[in-house]
């Protein structure tokens, strides 16, 4: 497809294709007799020839497809295991921290590591 962005893996693979196709125009003709697919596609590409009959293999099952599945599953909440009375009295304790001002809060991103509460010494 034209204009779409190849990442490093493919790039290589397109230049041992070029190579591949360089040599064999060096030799005259085919380096591998054309009945041997497999065994050209792994020298082609300089990948082990199991490599090449896995990726045959897995295709018959499922066909290769161009963007991954997206996962239906979710990440159960931490919270949700607790009863709901308690997980009012954290959110209320927490509504209150934040209006008198006596913690600073982050919401923190890296490695999931959730919300991170701040309460310096009392004045």
Known sequence: MPGSILNSQIQQFVLNLCKYFERERAHGGPLLPFSSVQERVADALEISQKTVFNIKQRNKHKPITSFPEKSSHRIKKKTSDLP??????VRNTLYDMYKDSTCVFWWCNIMECGL???CPLQR
């Open 84 to 89: 709901e009375g308690q997980k009012m009295e």
């Open 116 to 118: 991170l509460i701040y």
